[in-house]
């Protein structure tokens, strides 16, 4: 009886334990948000370390490869060589290119024996064929610039809610990366999919088959043009689905305790706070197993 669970274990993709497995398969995560560092505020958009942590456990193992297409300071590529993963990752603004090298030279060991490959490239996202071969990724986490919502966002802080306690209670801090042309952070919406759906596509090809992509993002709100809600994450799924992925799964990252509640639309229209974000797990399908 223990020689087959052992042999369970061993076949398990990720290399977890039926009782690691169990443990970490909520739906809603809670207990991953950490005190931001000084590049994360540089940044002005990211994710902590421990979010990238549970996520690679998951959905790779020791040796596995990892891409992230929007490195902004490194968190992605900084979790996967703590884990012993190898990695990818690209970044077209050099600032946060050297931010992100800095800290992966400054970072300890891995806590394996496994010591990963990591390469980064000062370079657009759009062009990883060049530099990653196909099948050869297991896991892509990323989180995107969000179209130009940033840029709208920022305006709306200064004109609307500068005094809010969106800014000084939360601090939440918003400004744009830069003002390269090859910067998702800068296209329309509609643009902004349409160069989404690509890259996808592109990350299929070099995905494993029964890989996994999945993408960090935040639903938004612009109601001065009509749209008091832009459903990113569905439109995410959606353009992941037409590049060749399955929607295979949806977790939600809870912080709540990390942002007080602000009146939003007070007398005349209610709406909630959102104070979530989205990983929206897509997944290559697996090959056809020969039937002989």
Not at 2 to 20: D, H, I, P, Q, Y
């Amino acid at each position: 009886m223990s020689e087959n669970k052992n042999k369970k274990m061993v076949r398990s993709f990720n290399g977890l334990t039926a009782s690691e497995w169990a443990s970490l398969s909520k739906s809603v995560w809670n207990d991953v948000s950490s005190p931001r560092e000084w590049y994360h505020i540089e940044h002005g958009a990211t994710f902590s370390v421990a979010l990238a942590e549970r996520a690679i456990k998951i959905y790779s193992k020791i040796g596995d490869t990892v891409l992230d297409p929007f490195l902004g300071v490194g968190t992605t590529l900084v979790a996967a060589k703590n884990l012993g993963r190898n990695g990818y990752g690209f970044e077209v603004y050099k600032k946060f290119y050297d931010i992100t090298k800095d800290l992966l030279s400054q970072e300890k060991l891995p806590l394996t024996d496994f010591n990963p490959n990591i390469k980064i490239y000062n370079e657009d996202c759009r062009n990883l064929l060049r530099y990653v071969p196909e099948e050869t990724i297991q896991l892509t986490f990323t989180s995107p610039p969000y179209a130009n919502f940033i840029h709208r966002s920022v305006k709306d802080r200064r004109e609307t809610h500068k005094e809010s306690l969106l800014v000084k209670a939360n601090r939440s801090v918003v400004k744009p990366y830069g003002d390269d042309s090859r910067d998702f952070g800068n296209l329309e919406y509609d643009d902004y999919l349409k160069e989404i759906e690509a890259l996808m596509k592109k990350i299929f090809q070099v995905t494993k088959p029964g890989g996994y992509n999945i993408w960090v993002v935040k639903d938004h709100r612009d109601p001065q043009n009509g749209k008091p809600l832009i459903p990113l994450h569905v439109d995410i799924a959606n353009v992941g689905e037409k590049a060749g992925f399955i929607w295979h799964d949806l977790i939600i990252w809870d912080q709540n305790a990390q942002r007080k509640l602000v009146v939003l639309g007070y007398p005349s229209v209610f709406y909630v706070n959102i104070n979530h974000t989205f990983l929206v797990v897509l997944r290559k399908p697996q090959l056809k197993r020969d039937k002989k």
